[in-house]
């Protein structure tokens, strides 16, 4: 089992930027590969980031490539999402998901575990 609580969000001015952080409680952390979803109201769950169990793979969504960056900690059992440039359409609740594999996976049901999720707002 793990347990993840994402932590970071808030409220920022287009052109701003955030850094989430999502800590996963268990000692073997480094051997799941984590992402990052979000969901806008109205809107389906969409695959933001992922990062592989070592770090060595990151693989991101076209809309957030080049703007956004995942990183992890495995001493730490911490894994990131740095924003830069945010838009007003990157307004959701994000959520960081675990599962434990070697590959990264882009699609919700790729994931086993959850958090509750962090709101990001973006004002124009």
């Known amino acids: 089992q793990v347990q993840l609580v994402e932590s970071g969000g808030g409220l920022v001015q287009a052109g701003g930027s955030l850094r989430l952080s999502c800590a996963a409680s268990?000692?073997?952390?480094?051997?799941?590969?984590m992402g990052w979803f979000r969901q806008a109201p109205g809107k389906e769950r969409e695959f933001v980031a992922a990062i592989s169990y070592s770090g060595g793979s990151t693989y991101y969504a076209d809309s957030v490539k080049g703007r956004f960056t995942i990183s992890r900690d495995n001493a730490k059992n911490t894994v990131y999402l740095q924003m830069n440039s945010l838009k007003p359409e990157d307004t959701a609740v994000y959520y960081c998901a675990a599962v434990r594999r070697r590959g990264i996976a882009t699609t919700s049901d790729g994931y086993d575990y959850w958090g509750q999720g962090t709101q990001v707002t973006v004002s124009p």
């Open positions: 268990g000692r073997t952390f480094s051997s799941y590969t």
